[in-house]
C-alpha cells in the first residue's frame, strides 16, 4: 500500500519534474491570515493580478511543508523560491489560460490515466512499484481505501489530482502548439543545402577600422531617430545598479602566532589524552570518521605515525592546523564484492526466513529478484558490485570486517534490512578508524573587531554624500569599490558570496543610500545605491555610445562603397588599395571564414549567391566586403528525407522550449520578492 510518507517522498520528486516544464502547481484556497499591521506589500505581479507578501509566504511555507524540502543554505532557499514563483505563475498565467482555451481533463481521460491505459508521470511517479519499475494500478486502489478514513490521505489525494490534471491540460496545449509546427519544402531543401553544400572563391574587403572616425559627425538627431526606429531593442528588465566595497578580514602575523602556540598545546593534550574519542568530541574542531581506512588511504606521514599508534600533528597544510590519532584498527577485507537483498524494517520476519533458505542453498540472485525493494539491483540479481572496505560505516562495519566469500550476513539499518551476500573478500588489510582535530587559520577577535571598525570609520566619511564621497572614501580606506547590477529577481551579488543581505538591502533602497555594514563570509561590505533603472527601455543617454558606433559604421561603409570602383574583383581591390583573396570550404551554418573572420551576413550572402558573378557591397560587422563564387561542392551526405526528419525534430523542440516561455512575457510579469525574501 502507498503510504502517506511514501506519497510524501514522491512528491518531491513530482515536484522538480513540474517545476522542469513548468507545471508546478498546488491549487489550494487559502485565506490570508498575515496581517503587517494592515499592510501586507506587493511582492510581485502576474498578468496584472497582484501577489502579496502574505500569499507568497503561505504558498511558500505550503510547498515546503509538502514536499519536506529544508532551507539548509541558500541554494536551497532559492530552490524553494523558484518553486513557489512557478507555483505562483501556474495559479495567475497557466490555469486561466487552459480553462480559455477550453482544455479540460474528462472523467474518461482521469479513468484512462488512474488505469494506466494511458502514461502520466505524476501518477507512475506516485504509485510505481519499486521491484518492477512498472506503474502499480492496485496500489491506487489501496491509497484510495486508505483515503475513506484519513483525512490527510483525502488531502494528499486532492493534491495528486490537481497536479494530474494541470499535466494533462499542459500536455495537451504542447500538443496543439507542436501541431502547428511544421517544416515545408523550401526549408527542407534549404536546410539540406546548408548542410551539403561548401564555396570556394576569392573576396575583396576594407575594414571601418582603417577609416578615422574624424572624417565623420554623428548628431544628436541621427541618434534619437536611430534610436526611436530600433526602440525595441533596447527593452530590459528593471534593475538596480549599486557600488561597494569589501574590508577583507585576514588574519595577522599575531593572529597566525597566537593560533600556533594554541595548536601546539592542544596537540600535546590531545596526544596525551587517555580517551581520544572523547577528547575530540569535546573540541569544538574535532570529529570522529566514521570508516576506517587504510595505509593507502593516508599520506607517508599519517600512516607512519596512526598505524604505530602514535599521534599525527599538529600540522599546517591547506591552510589549517590538523593532528589526529587513530581510535580503532581492524584487519578487514581491503574491498568486498556483493549482492544484496533490501528490505523494510517491518519485514523481518520475512528478512529471517531467506536468511535461512539463502544460507541453506537458496538462489540469491532469484530471491533478490522476487523480493528486494530496490529495483536498480533486483533486476540484476542484486549485484551490488565490488567495494572498497572503507566505503562502508555503521553496522555495515561489524558485519562485514570479518567476511568471507560465501557468507551471508544481515545487516538493520534505518528504515530497512538488508541481507548481503559475499562473492569475493579481498586481501585482509590493516584499516584504522581516525579523530581529527583541524584548526581553520582565520582572524581572531582583536583583528576582526579592527577591521569592523574601519569598515565603521569608511560609513562616517562615506556619509558625508553621494557617489563622490563613496569614492574618497574608499580611497583614504585603501579599498577598491567595485559595481554591480541587480536584474529584477536576482538574489544574490554575481561575484559576491552569501550576499542576499546586500541584495535585499539594494531593492529597499532609494539612489544615494549608504548601506549598513555587513558581514559576507568572513569579511565585511558596504553598498550604496547608484541607480535604479525601472524603466521597460534603456534610455537613450545609456545607449548613446553603441548607437554612435553604429552609426559610424554605417557611415563608414557608404564611404567605403563610394571609394569602390571598378567590375572585376581585380578593378575593386585596386580601388580599395588590397588584393584580392581566397576563400574555400565555405558553408552557410558557419559564422566564421577565414579571412574576414566573423562575418555572418557575407557567409550568407555567399551561400545565396550566383556562381561566377560579383557581388554587390556587403556590409559586414568589420568591414565592407565584396566576392566572386567560383565553385560549389555538394557532399550530398544529408537527403531531403533527413533534412525533414532533422528540422521538424528541431521545431518541435524549440516549440516546447519557447511556448512557456512566450506565455510568461506576455502576462508581463513582475518579481519584486527580492525586498523581502
Same mark, same amino acid.
Given at each position: 500500500m502507498a503510504s502517506l510518507n511514501t506519497l510524501r517522498t514522491k512528491f518531491g520528486i513530482v515536484l522538480s519534474l513540474i517545476i522542469a516544464f513548468a507545471l508546478l502547481a498546488f491549487i489550494l484556497?487559502?485565506?490570508?491570515?498575515?496581517?503587517f499591521s494592515g499592510n501586507d506589500p506587493k511582492v510581485g505581479v502576474m498578468a496584472g493580478e497582484k501577489i502579496n507578501y502574505s500569499e507568497y509566504y503561505n504558498r511558500y511555507e505550503q510547498i515546503k511543508s509538502q514536499t519536506g524540502a529544508q532551507e539548509s543554505d541558500e541554494q536551497q532557499s532559492a530552490m524553494l523560491a523558484n518553486a513557489t514563483w512557478q507555483s505562483l505563475i501556474s495559479t495567475y498565467v497557466f490555469e486561466p489560460g487552459l480553462e480559455r482555451m477550453g482544455l479540460q481533463l474528462t472523467d474518461a481521460e482521469r479513468l484512462a490515466l488512474l488505469s494506466g491505459e494511458q502514461f502520466s508521470q505524476t501518477l507512475?511517479?506516485?504509485?510505481?512499484?519499486?521491484r518492477t519499475g512498472e506503474y502499480n494500478v492496485a496500489a491506487v486502489g489501496q491509497f484510495l481505501e486508505q483515503a475513506d478514513s484519513d483525512p490527510a490521505a483525502q488531502t494528499a489525494w486532492q493534491r495528486l489530482c490537481e497536479q494530474l490534471r494541470l499535466e494533462s491540460t499542459m500536455?495537451?496545449?504542447?500538443?496543439?502548439?507542436?501541431?502547428?509546427?511544421?517544416?515545408?519544402?523550401?526549408?527542407?531543401?534549404?536546410?539540406?543545402?546548408?548542410a551539403n553544400e561548401s564555396y570556394a572563391g576569392q573576396w575583396v574587403g576594407k575594414r571601418y577600422a582603417e577609416v578615422p572616425d574624424s572624417l565623420f559627425e554623428v548628431s544628436s538627431g541621427e541618434i534619437k531617430s536611430y534610436y526611436?526606429?530600433?526602440?525595441?531593442?533596447?527593452?530590459?528588465?528593471?534593475?538596480?545598479?549599486?557600488?561597494?566595497?569589501?574590508?577583507?578580514?585576514?588574519?595577522?602575523?599575531?593572529?597566525?602566532?597566537?593560533?600556533?602556540?594554541?595548536?601546539?598545546m592542544v596537540g600535546e593534550e590531545f596526544a596525551a589524552a587517555e580517551d581520544p574519542k572523547s577528547f575530540a568530541r569535546g573540541n569544538r574542531f574535532g570529529s570522529i570518521a566514521e570508516n576506517f581506512v587504510t595505509e593507502r588511504q593516508l599520506t607517508t606521514e599519517e600512516a607512519e605515525a596512526l598505524l604505530a599508534g602514535k599521534s599525527y600533528g599538529p600540522v599546517l597544510k591547506n591552510n589549517q592546523w590538523t593532528m589526529a590519532r587513530a581510535l580503532q584498527t581492524k584487519m578487514a577485507p581491503d574491498s568486498l564484492g556483493l549482492r544484496h537483498i533490501v528490505l523494510s524494517y517491518t519485514q523481518e520476519a520475512l528478512a529471517d526466513s531467506l536468511l535461512t533458505a539463502l544460507r541453506g542453498g537458496a538462489d540469491f540472485a532469484e530471491a533478490a529478484r522476487q523480493h528486494s525493494l530496490v529495483a536498480e539491483t533486483a533486476a540484476n540479481g542484486g549485484e551490488v558490485g565490488v567495494m572498497p572496505f572503507s566505503a562502508f560505516t555503521g553496522e555495515f562495519i561489524e558485519a562485514?570486517?570479518?567476511?568471507?566469500?560465501?557468507?551471508?550476513?544481515?545487516i538493520a539499518s534505518g528504515d530497512a534490512i538488508q541481507l548481503m551476500q559475499v562473492y569475493r573478500a579481498g586481501k585482509p588489510t590493516k584499516h584504522v578508524q581516525v579523530a581529527t582535530i583541524t584548526y581553520p587559520v582565520e582572524a581572531s577577535s582583536a583583528t576582526r573587531r579592527t577591521v569592523h571598525s574601519q569598515a565603521g570609520t569608511f560609513t562616517v566619511n562615506a556619509k558625508k554624500g553621494g557617489a563622490e564621497a563613496f569614492a574618497e572614501a574608499a580611497t583614504a580606506a585603501a579599498v577598491t569599490p567595485r559595481t554591480a547590477v541587480l536584474?529584477?529577481?536576482?538574489?544574490? +551579488?554575481?561575484?559576491?558570496?552569501?550576499?542576499?543581505?546586500?541584495?535585499?538591502?539594494?531593492?529597499?533602497?532609494?539612489?544615494?543610500?549608504?548601506?549598513? +555594514?555587513?558581514?559576507?563570509?568572513?569579511?565585511?561590505?558596504?553598498?550604496?545605491?547608484?541607480? +535604479?533603472?525601472?524603466?521597460?527601455?534603456?534610455?537613450?543617454?545609456?545607449?548613446?555610445?553603441?548607437?554612435?558606433?553604429q552609426l559610424l559604421r554605417d557611415k563608414k561603409f557608404d564611404y567605403i562603397k563610394g571609394q569602390l570602383k571598378g567590375s572585376t574583383l581585380e578593378e575593386m581591390a585596386a580601388s580599395l588599395g588590397t588584393e584580392a583573396a581566397d576563400f574555400a570550404d565555405a558553408s552557410y551554418g558557419a559564422?566564421?571564414?577565414?579571412?574576414?573572420?566573423?562575418?555572418?551576413?557575407? +557567409?550568407?550572402?555567399?551561400?545565396?549567391?550566383?556562381?561566377?558573378?560579383?557581388?554587390?557591397?556587403?556590409?559586414?560587422?568589420?568591414?565592407?566586403?565584396?566576392?566572386?563564387?567560383?565553385?560549389?561542392?555538394?557532399?550530398g551526405q544529408q537527403s531531403p528525407e533527413a533534412e525533414q526528419v532533422r528540422a521538424q525534430a528541431v521545431l518541435e523542440s524549440m516549440v516546447g522550449q519557447y511556448a512557456l516561455q512566450a506565455v510568461q512575457q506576455m502576462a508581463e510579469i513582475e518579481d519584486l520578492r527580492g525586498k523581502y525574501f
Open positions: 484556497s487559502l485565506k490570508t491570515e498575515m496581517g507512475y511517479n506516485a504509485f510505481a512499484d519499486p500536455t495537451k496545449y504542447f500538443g496543439l502548439v507542436r501541431g502547428g509546427a511544421y517544416v515545408n519544402k523550401l526549408e527542407v531543401e534549404a536546410g539540406r543545402k546548408a526611436n526606429a530600433h526602440k525595441s531593442a533596447y527593452k530590459r528588465t528593471p534593475s538596480r545598479s549599486l557600488s561597494y566595497v569589501v574590508f577583507e578580514v585576514s588574519p595577522t602575523d599575531q593572529d597566525m602566532e597566537a593560533l600556533e602556540k594554541e595548536v601546539r562485514l570486517a570479518n567476511a568471507k566469500t560465501g557468507d551471508i550476513v544481515k536584474v529584477q529577481g536576482d538574489r544574490t +551579488i554575481r561575484g559576491l558570496e552569501d550576499s542576499r543581505e546586500v541584495a535585499r538591502w539594494a531593492y529597499g533602497a532609494k539612489k544615494g543610500d549608504l548601506s549598513e +555594514i555587513f558581514k559576507v563570509g568572513d569579511d565585511y561590505v558596504i553598498a550604496t545605491l547608484t541607480d +535604479i533603472n525601472d524603466d521597460d527601455y534603456a534610455g537613450i543617454r545609456e545607449v548613446a555610445p553603441q548607437i554612435r558606433q559564422y566564421y571564414i577565414a579571412g574576414p573572420g566573423l562575418e555572418p551576413r557575407l +557567409i550568407g550572402a555567399i551561400a545565396s549567391a550566383e556562381k561566377g558573378k560579383v557581388s554587390e557591397p556587403v556590409k559586414g560587422l568589420s568591414g565592407l566586403y565584396v566576392f566572386r563564387v567560383d565553385s560549389v561542392s555538394d557532399s
